[in-house]
């Protein structure tokens, strides 16, 4: 088996979806999103983002990476670039490419970078990070997603902010849909532990859903129109039933690092956020 790295590179054919205000309210809800202009479908939660390029995002995969393989594939790392929100009415149009691989003797990273766009003008551009395990390419090709680890510094001052969170017992049950997301590790507590999980597990953009409202309400005065990046890496599962603890420590020139804990565990690291006016 061997990557094929002449699959870089590919744009995949564009792919059309309309925005509803019922589809934006069904992900709030979600998500436990407390946001007014969310709630009321106005404009999208930021990590609704990945819904309309969703029907992309493996596409580029197939390109490169041997199917045999998609079976050990995790989704280890999620950047998005707000151009600006998502907007009940918005016609999208969504398309891929894979850009880069590396091996490493744990397994191989790969990254996928999506645009999104309405009108010919950018929305959002994305970079997913995945990682193979247990295969290692044996070699490095293309570009990686941008760097976003968090400067272990900051941890000399205080957290600006603070937030708890719980993530419902039912919430993979509506998350799941709302998101366009059937996994059965999500929805199926035999199939979660025939993949060796302790049982059903949250959507790891879920999770990162939750981190988005926290920045937003703690950092940003809830105010939709100002978030201009969102980038995680994703640590370990979270379990329904469970409670999140989200850290934001200021990092100058509005730029806010984070990361969330389920009690001593670290499930969201390498946070970043970047604000700016609306």
């Not at 937003?216 to 995680?232: C, N, P």
Request: hydrophobic share 40%.
């Amino acid at each position: 088996m061997k990557f094929d790295a002449t699959g870089l590179d590919k744009w995949t054919e564009p792919v059309t979806f309309d925005v509803t205000r019922e589809r934006l309210v069904e992900y709030a809800l979600a998500a436990n999103d407390p946001i007014p202009a969310h709630r009321a479908g106005d404009v999208a939660s930021p990590v609704f983002a990945i819904v309309p390029v969703f029907q992309s995002l493996l596409e580029p995969a197939l390109e490169v990476v041997p199917t045999s393989l998609f079976g050990k594939v995790l989704h280890g790392e999620q950047d998005f670039r707000f151009h600006r929100p998502i907007r009940s009415g918005d016609s999208l149009v969504s398309r891929a490419k894979m850009t880069g691989f590396e091996g490493l003797p744990k397994g191989t990273r790969a990254t996928v970078y999506l645009e999104c766009t309405s009108g010919g003008e950018l929305v959002n551009e994305q970079y997913v990070t995945f990682f193979v395990r247990g295969f290692d390419a044996g070699e490095k090709q293309g570009v990686l997603g941008p760097g976003h680890r968090f400067d272990d510094a900051l941890r000399a001052s205080s957290p600006v902010a603070k937030v708890s969170q719980h993530v419902d017992d039912d919430q993979t049950f509506r998350y799941g849909p709302a998101a366009g997301d059937p996994m059965p590790i999500h929805l199926d507590e035999d199939v979660a532990r025939a993949a060796g999980l302790p049982g059903i597990i949250a959507h790891g953009l879920c999770t990162m859903a939750f981190t988005s409202w926290a920045l937003l309400t703690e950092v940003a005065g809830s105010d939709v129109d100002s978030l201009r990046r969102l980038a995680v890496r994703f640590a370990s599962p979270v379990l329904p039933g469970q409670d999140l603890s989200t850290s934001i420590w200021d990092a100058g020139s509005g730029t806010f690092a984070f990361e969330t804990t389920v009690g001593d565990k670290v499930v969201v690291k390498d946070g970043l956020a970047e604000i700016g006016d609306s």
